[in-house]
């Protein structure tokens, strides 16, 4: 079906009938992302209970639908195909960010590692860093870049905690 032609709110629609998902859109070349921003978060649902750390380049959240718990991206604000698109500056301050959220996922959820992966490989694309937790009951190795997916449960305690270590 090619939707580049419809209005948002046709695509809206057609997203709240399940007719169209992130494919759809990302083969008429829609970004989801921004299009869920600008469509009352169609797509993936409020965020405002999975973010924890928000700047004018990035932002952390908390994953939808984790591998482990404390599951977390950071992603750039403006489009980037991957990082190889990267400037050096930014490339720097994104694994500086990186790495504090790596110590604050380890510290507050008491991970043994925390492993760090991207793969981004879209047409229209938000760079981002996969962190995935790995705890002390879990083995070590390439397997936790695929451990099956479960949904999100808020635990306010732990975002807080999260929150309130990137502000500082
Ligand atoms: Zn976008």
């Known amino acids: 079906m090619d939707i580049s032609k419809l209005s948002n709110e046709e695509i809206r629609q057609l997203i709240e009938a399940k007719e169209i998902g992130l494919k ?4 008429s070349g829609i970004c989801p992302t921004c299009f869920d921003k600008e469509n009352n978060h169609v ?6 209970d999975k973010i924890i750390y928000e ?5 952390c959240l908390l ?3 984790p591998r482990s718990k404390g599951h977390a991206i950071v992603s750039t604000k403006k489009h980037y195909k ?6 050096d500056d930014i490339c720097e301050k994104l694994f500086v960010l990186s790495k504090k959220l790596m110590n604050t996922i380890k510290d507050v959820y008491k ?3 925390v492993y760090l992966c991207t ?3 879209g047409p229209s694309n938000h760079l981002h860093i996969q962190l995935i937790p790995r705890y002390d009951f879990e083995k070590r190795g390439s397997k936790n870049f695929v451990k ?8 306010k305690e732990k975002l807080e905690e999260l929150r309130n270590r990137m502000q500082n």
Do not use: T
């Open 55 to 59: 700047d004018d380049l990035f932002e």
């Open 24 to 27: 759809e859109l990302v083969d």
């Open 63 to 65: 994953v939808g639908n």
């Open 82 to 87: 991957d990082m190889m698109e990267l400037e």
């Open 148 to 155: 099956p997916r479960f949904e999100y449960v808020l635990d």
């Open 43 to 48: 797509l993936y649902g409020d965020p405002k």
């Open 111 to 113: 991970a043994e590692s």
């Open 119 to 121: 793969m981004c490989d």
